[in-house]
């Protein structure tokens, strides 16, 4: 069955940096497209950032643009989320998801914390 593992997330002081990870299993991992999502405590979960399936194109939240990077290696079913200068309105769960056979797929998600 599809699975998306994330891991990276932990607390991080402002002006910090950490990369996300999300490894894919269960479908064709180098043909979809992949996402990353973050919810907020008492807010709806938002886009971030998102990469297609060669890794050629890139979309990313006005308030992330800059700071984060997203990439991917389809030798290791992995999308990564390279987390720079981070600030406090950053703290959220973050979340790896796709889209295959009609249905969007989600990771369990992890907490990113930024806090001094």
């Known amino acids: 069955q599809v699975q998306l593992v994330e891991s990276g997330g932990g607390l991080v002081q402002p002006g910090g940096s950490l990369r996300l990870s999300c490894a894919g299993s269960?479908?064709?991992?180098?043909?979809?497209?992949m996402s990353w999502y973050r919810q907020a405590p008492g807010k709806e979960r938002e886009l971030v950032a998102a990469?297609?399936?060669?890794?050629?194109?890139?979309n990313y939240a006005d308030s992330v643009k800059g700071r984060f990077s997203i990439t991917r290696n389809n030798a290791k079913n992995t999308v990564y989320l390279q987390m720079n200068s981070l600030k406090p309105e950053d703290t959220a769960v973050y979340y790896c998801t796709t889209d295959y056979g009609s249905q969007r797929f989600w990771g369990q998600g992890t907490q990113v914390t930024v806090s001094s």
């Open positions: 990469i297609g399936s060669a890794g050629g194109a890139y």
């Open positions: 269960g479908f064709p991992f180098s043909v979809v497209s």
